[in-house]
């Protein structure tokens, strides 16, 4: 009998543990989108403003559109994003090379 309340108890711990590990990958998912969001948005303003995309993404920051450069949450920093200028398209991805609950890298966001 104890034997199996050991192991219920051990089972629980671990569930939970999963769980909580599940929950923060959502939350830094959602704060991911976040980011994304805000800085294509600036993107976007910052070419329309001067008819041309940014060099970089310091360079939303120097000009005032952005204070700083946001944290990309899976890498904790906020120089890790991944950029590439192609013409007058400027694209922006998560640098992490993790995937996400749904399956994609992050990197393809």
């Not at 303003?45 to 120097?62: G, I, K, N, Y």
């Not at 559109?65 to 192609?86: A, Q």
Request: charged letters at 25%; aromatic letters at 10%.
């Amino acid at each position: 009998m104890h034997r199996a309340f050991a192991v219920l108890l051990l089972l629980t711990m671990l569930w939970g543990n999963i769980g909580c590990s599940h929950r923060q990958q959502l939350r830094k998912e959602a704060f991911l989108r976040e980011g994304l969001l805000v800085l294509r948005s600036e993107i976007g303003q910052f070419t329309l403003d001067h008819r041309r995309a940014p060099t970089s993404l310091s360079e939303l920051v120097s000009s005032g559109y952005m204070k700083r450069i946001p944290t990309d949450p899976f890498t904790g920093r906020n120089d890790t994003w991944r950029s590439e200028k192609s013409g007058d398209r400027f694209e922006v991805h998560s640098g992490a090379d993790a995937v996400s609950s749904g399956g994609t890298l992050y990197s393809s966001w």
